[in-house]
Nanobody, 116 residues
Framework: QVQLVESGGGLVEPGGSLRLSCAASGSIFGPNVMGWYRQAPGNQRELVASITGGGSTNYVDSVKGRFTISRDNGKNTVYLQMSSLRPEDTAVYYC??????????WGQGTQVTVSS
């Protein structure tokens, strides 16, 4: 059974940077996608960025050019480097993995707050 543990959230001023990490325990094999989602109060959870095992990436338009997703397959870890943060980026960020042999799995979430 795969479990995901996120880290790296916190409070940052507008224009600042944060790096989120998500480590997966258990086996992740076969075709799979790891991603970061976020949910702000009163809003639906939305996909922020995703990355396949082969390194193909996808971003929501609002973070293109500011966020970078990457993964270390050897460590079963996915990262989200966030730069030029804005107050509207404030949300709980969730890590996700799904694949042909991996059930849809969520982390517990980490709070990111962008405020002066």
């Amino acid at each position: 059974q795969v479990q995901l543990v996120e880290s790296g959230g916190g409070l940052v001023e507008p224009g600042g940077s944060l790096r989120l990490s998500c480590a997966a325990s258990g086996s992740i094999f076969g075709p799979n996608v790891m991603g970061w989602y976020r949910q702000a109060p009163g809003n639906q959870r939305e996909l922020v960025a995703s990355i396949t095992g082969g390194g193909s990436t996808n971003y929501v338009d609002s973070v293109k050019g500011r966020f970078t997703i990457s993964r270390d397959n050897g460590k079963n870890t996915v990262y989200l480097q966030m730069s030029s943060l804005r107050p509207e980026d404030t949300a709980v960020y969730y890590c996700n993995v799904r694949g042909a042999f991996v059930p849809n799995t969520w982390g517990q979430g980490t709070q990111v707050t962008v405020s002066s």
